[in-house]
Each structure stands twice: as structure tokens, then as C-alpha cells.
Nanobody, 121 residues
């Protein structure tokens, strides 16, 4: 069964940075499109960034220029570099995988358990 395990979350002050990782196993990782999503308390889950099998990336407008998604197919790992963090970025962050390029739609087949990011002002 496919496993996605996120790490790297934590608490930072506004303007700080974090790097999230998502280790994938039990799938042909290079053949999967990957995405990062987040959900804040009381809010709907939203797409943050995605990368397809060719390395093409997509970002939510709210994170463009601040967040960078990348993948290392040799390590079966997905990353999200988050800079200039704002309190509005506080949420549980999830990685997701699907063989279809779903961009930022939350229809991905496989999901991790999430890692918490908290940004204080």
C-alpha cells in the first residue's frame, strides 16, 4: 500500500522559513504527479502547489513567489520550500500523489497524514 509521510513542519515567526518533505514508498514515484495541500481549522482544504512527472509546477496565487515545490525522483521525496511565511499560512500541510495530473484539485488518490505549520505574528 502506498505510503506518504510528511515531515518538516513546526512553529516559526512571521517572515521565517520552513522546508517540508514528503517521503513516498510503495509506488513508482517518478510516474506520479505530486501535490501539497493545506487545511486550516474551519476552512476547506486548498491546493498549494503541484509538480507533474515532467517537473512542471503549479502554485496557488497566495503562495506564488514565496513557496517552491520540487521533487527528487532518486530519493522518492517531494519538497516544499516555504519562505516569507505569514500567519495566514498556518495549517496542516498534506502531500498527495496521483497518476493523473490533477494540478491543485484535491482529487488525488493517495494522501499523507499531514504535518502542522504554525506561523506567529
Amino acid at each position: 500500500q502506498v505510503q506518504l509521510v510528511e515531515s518538516g513542519g513546526g512553529s516559526v515567526q512571521s517572515g521565517g522559513s520552513l522546508r517540508l518533505s514528503c517521503a513516498a514508498s510503495r509506488l513508482s514515484y517518478s510516474r506520479y504527479c505530486m501535490g501539497w495541500f493545506r487545511q486550516a481549522p474551519g476552512k476547506k482544504r486548498e491546493g498549494v502547489a503541484s509538480v507533474d512527472t515532467f517537473g512542471h509546477t503549479s502554485y496557488a496565487d497566495s503562495v506564488k513567489g514565496r513557496f517552491t515545490i520540487s521533487r527528487d525522483n532518486a530519493k522518492n521525496t517531494l519538497y516544499l520550500q516555504m519562505n516569507s511565511l505569514e500567519p495566514e499560512d498556518t495549517a496542516m500541510y498534506y502531500c498527495a500523489a496521483d497518476q493523473t495530473n490533477l494540478l491543485l484539485l484535491d482529487w488525488y488518490k493517495y494522501w499523507g497524514q499531514g504535518t502542522q505549520v504554525t506561523v506567529s505574528s
